[in-house]
């Protein structure tokens, strides 16, 4: 019903800046909160950001706080990832989920309990 497709990874040296768009089609995505998480080689996907169906409300993993935003356009169906000083530890494939629950715990959900999935984009970030 909802596709999610991610855009703007890339490669990037530390200290850079990066902007990851996720433009959904389908439903209107108005309709979910919506989310990024990330994996790299070898780990488990874990919890970088989300944002609440109004725009309203956001959630950082503590590690990637004071330094990504994520924010949201409704009327273009898009959230997006701001990610600024960048460090070698945030290469991974980053994920752009949305769900239509309410009151889930985005730190601590795993991936079947996430309603919707994008494919990924690949941040690769050098030292």
């Known amino acids: 019903q909802v596709q999610l497709v991610e855009s703007g990874g890339g490669l990037m040296q530390a200290g850079g800046s990066l902007r990851l768009s996720c433009a959904a089609s389908g439903r209107t995505s108005s309709s979910y909160a919506m989310g990024w998480f990330r994996q790299a080689p070898g780990k488990e996907r874990e919890f970088v950001a989300a944002?609440?169906?109004?725009?309203?409300?956001?959630y950082y993993a503590d590690s990637v706080k004071g330094r990504f935003t994520i924010s949201r356009d409704n009327a273009k169906n898009t959230v997006y990832l701001q990610m600024n000083n960048l460090k070698p530890e945030d290469t991974a494939v980053y994920y752009c989920?949305?769900?239509?629950?309410?009151?889930?715990?985005?730190?601590?959900?795993?991936?079947?309990?996430?309603?919707?999935w994008g494919k990924g984009t690949l941040v690769t970030v050098s030292s």
């Open positions: 944002i609440s169906r109004g725009g309203t409300r956001t």
């Open positions: 989920a949305a769900d239509t629950k309410l009151g889930i715990n985005w730190r601590s959900v795993g991936r079947d309990g996430i309603d919707y």
